[in-house]
């Protein structure tokens, strides 16, 4: 990628803070370059990001042909988590693309609850938000929310508490995972609903943020979606292509760093001469840009091998425990290079730091993922 707004202090052009792949076709990079502008362009504050991305038809890219999608593929939908990482809007991306993965599986089992739900979703008027962790990659459902049988109609209880969420756009509807005797369960909840709670974190500069909690929130039959074995089964497909998709947000949001660090050198003049002309910072940046290099193409291997069938638990758990890693240290030494003004709330180096302080654990902290890796094949 490179930058379209900035320049040196000469007037010349910036060189590429890093270059794009170059076994990306011409289609590929000419959707990478709309659905960025849209966000760069639109993307102003949350609600205007998610109208970008409704309006570049994201949502089209997920869903198979079938149900009147376009079916891109998961390189192209990592490619879109990416660009909106790079944004640094708090719009329930990943989670959106988990819920539509999950519910354009179901075919002719789908209840009642998704009449029209795909479509309101594609339209952009109904965001979906996950309260906390995502599956991990083996698809396993996170602790917090615990969920019982209620009655013989098939509906459930949910009980628990469960975030960070990115809430910067009102959700109009909660993906509830929740583990219980009989494995896992997923549900469509109401966030009106009687005992459902959504309760505003404190916004360190990341932007807003929410959590969920359930106290014996009854959830009818009509919005279970899925549960037990069949959840199972879901939750472990579904739960590689999170893991990716993550990976590629946060590879965005340390991308979205560097280039304020980029920035901050190229403008900062320290000795009489611009901080970027010293040999320390220099190559302290460069050796940042490096990682972020590394993760991106680790990022477009694993959405490739995923379109192919060949990513497995382990290496997805590989992948994101990467990401996660790298985001968090690159976001860290950007605040360190950044010296005082690193730590303004507002600032988007700041911003950034904090955004993957805790989007970089959403699929499981990284020492417990790096075990998955180890151990799964």
């Not at 998704?114 to 996170?142: E, I, T």
């Not at 009509?222 to 549960?227: A, D, E, I, Q, T």
């Not at 985001?327 to 600032?347: E, F, M, Y």
């Amino acid at each position: 990628m490179t930058s379209a707004v900035q320049r040196t202090a000469d007037g010349r052009p910036p060189v590429e803070r890093w270059r794009e792949r170059e076994d990306e076709d011409s289609l590929f990079r000419q959707l990478r370059l709309t659905v960025r502008q849209g966000l760069e362009i639109d993307a102003a504050t949350p609600t205007s990001a998610w109208e970008a991305l409704t309006g570049v038809g994201a949502w089209e890219f997920a869903l198979p042909i079938a149900m009147d999608g376009l079916d891109l593929g998961q390189a192209v939908v990592a490619m879109v988590c990416e660009e909106g990482g790079n944004a640094m809007q708090p719009v329930p991306l990943t989670d959106t693309f988990l819920a539509l993965d999950l519910l354009s599986g179901l075919g002719p089992l789908a209840p009642e609850c998704l009449d029209g739900l795909l479509d309101r979703v594609r339209d952009g008027s109904h965001p979906v938000a996950v309260p906390g962790r995502l599956p991990d990659p083996r698809g396993s459902v996170p602790p917090g929310i615990t969920w019982k049988p209620d009655g013989d109609d098939g509906g459930v209880v949910l009980t628990g508490s469960a975030g960070p969420f990115a809430a910067g756009v009102e959700p109009g509807s909660l993906l509830v995972l929740a583990s219980g005797p009989d494995g896992p369960c997923v549900a469509l909840v109401d966030p009106s609903a009687p005992g459902v709670e959504l309760r505003a974190l404190r916004d360190h500069g990341g932007g807003a943020v929410s959590g969920a909690v359930l106290d014996g929130a009854r959830i009818p039959a009509g919005s279970v979606v899925l549960r037990g074995i069949a959840a199972e089964q879901a939750l472990a497909r579904a739960g590689l292509r999170a893991a990716v998709h993550q990976a590629s947000l946060l590879a965005g949001i340390t991308a979205a760093a560097l280039t304020a660090v980029v920035s901050r050198i190229r403008s900062r003049r320290q000795f009489g001469q611009a901080l970027v002309r010293h040999q320390g910072p220099r190559l302290r940046v460069a050796g940042l840009l490096a990682r972020l290099d590394a993760v991106r193409w680790a990022v477009g291997d694993a959405a490739k091998d995923l379109d192919e069938n060949r990513l497995g638990p382990g290496d997805a758990a590989g992948l994101i425990a990467l990401t996660a890693e790298t985001a968090l240290d690159v976001t860290r030494d950007a605040v360190h290079l950044h010296g005082a003004s690193g730590l303004v709330r507002d600032g988007s180096v700041a911003g950034c730091y904090r955004r993957a302080a805790w989007e970089a654990l959403r699929c499981g902290r990284p020492t417990q993922l790096w075990d998955i890796a180890a151990h799964t094949a």
